[in-house]
């Protein structure tokens, strides 16, 4: 197979400017010492996707982390019926595959590149190896293990007891909470995605939105940009 002109691994000079860029800019590393994270560096490898590309699919083996040095990559399931479910979107500095770290094992979803994207692979007998020699890394990556299942569970217990309209609201507001409080915010995902997330279709989310603008509580911007004007009426939706 003809290999796209995206997904290609990077010449040495480029490599050592992306792992440099992975290495500090992810959490579970940014934290070490010059010398320690260059040493990480060395057991990275830097492929590029085009947009539109997948990464892995369900039922590929599982063996290496994977870290956002550039662009984005959706997490999605898919269900039996062929329905899919947005798990997360991954932004520079963001992982996945992180379960190889402690099992052998197989991918239970599809990671696609939502942009030309460019990552940096670990496998997981070299990132053992660190998490071995540098305990502090464990112990960020158990943090996120903990924020992922905290969201998880509130989105799974949000499907389960409230309605479309108000899981849209809380999102929109925490939105504005990961904005520093800032009124007007950029929806990170299209409707598509976001309706994926949200466990609806496009067009509910298209209606609801109407309906929020028709009754002042946002108003809907170019480029995916909603104003919130009425953030304490939004919540008692």
Known sequence: MQKSR?????SHAKDVKTHKACVSLVPIFNHLEADQMDEIMKATRSISYCRGEI?????????????????RIRIYRLSESGKEQLVRILNPGEFTGEL????????????????????CMITRTELQEFLMKYPTIALKILSEFSERLET????????ATETVETRIALFLAECV???????EIKLP?????LA????????????KLAEMEDKGYIRQLPQRKIEILDLDGLLLL
């Open 6 to 10: 995206c997904h290609h691994s990077k």
């Open 55 to 71: 990464i892995y699919r369900a039922g590929d083996k599982s063996d290496s982390l994977y870290i956002v040095s550039s662009g």
């Open 100 to 119: 190889a770290l402690f099992r052998e094992g197989i991918h239970e979803a599809y990671a696609e590149a939502m942009m030309d994207t460019n990552v």
């Open 152 to 159: 998880s569970e509130k989105q799974t217990t949000r499907f």
């Open 177 to 183: 909470e990961g904005e520093n409080q800032v009124m």
């Open 189 to 193: 995902m299209s409707k598509k995605d």
């Open 196 to 207: 994926s997330y949200l466990g609806t279709t496009p067009e509910t989310i298209s209606r």
